[in-house]
Nanobody
Framework: QVQLVESGGGSVQAGGSLRLSCAASGYTYSSISMGWFRQAPGEEREGVAAIYTGAGSTYYADSVKGRFTISQDNAKNTVYLQMNSLKPEDTAMYYC????????????????WGQGTQVTVSS
């Protein structure tokens, strides 16, 4: 059973930075697609960034390109989301997910989810 544990959320002022971490365990695949998603109150969950751990290929939503960077540490089975130049509209619960189709940012394509970590950006 794949388990995902997120950390690193918090409160920051607009223009600030945060780094989220997702520690994964319980899978034996040499390569897997992992992604970060977010959901604001009253909104649908949306894809933010994804990485295919085999090749290190990365994918981003247009709204975060140039500001967010997804990366991996294979030795630690951990995926990171570095978030810079944060905006109030980035405020949401951020979720880590695994097992999606390569290149997909659709929540429906991912089968394993963490519990989420809250990110709040104040103006």
């Amino acid at each position: 059973q794949v388990q995902l544990v997120e950390s690193g959320g918090g409160s920051v002022q607009a223009g600030g930075s945060l780094r989220l971490s997702c520690a994964a365990s319980g899978y034996t695949y040499s390569s897997i697609s992992m992604g970060w998603f977010r959901q604001a109150p009253g909104e649908e969950r949306e894809g933010v960034a994804a990485i295919y751990t085999g090749a290190g290929s990365t994918y981003y939503a247009d709204s975060v390109k140039g500001r967010f960077t997804i990366s991996q540490d294979n030795a630690k089975n951990t995926v990171y989301l570095q978030m810079n130049s944060l905006k109030p509209e980035d405020t949401a619960m951020y979720y880590c997910a695994a097992g999606g189709w390569v290149g997909s940012l659709s929540p429906a394509d991912f089968g394993y989810w963490g519990q989420g970590t809250q990110v709040t950006v104040s103006s």
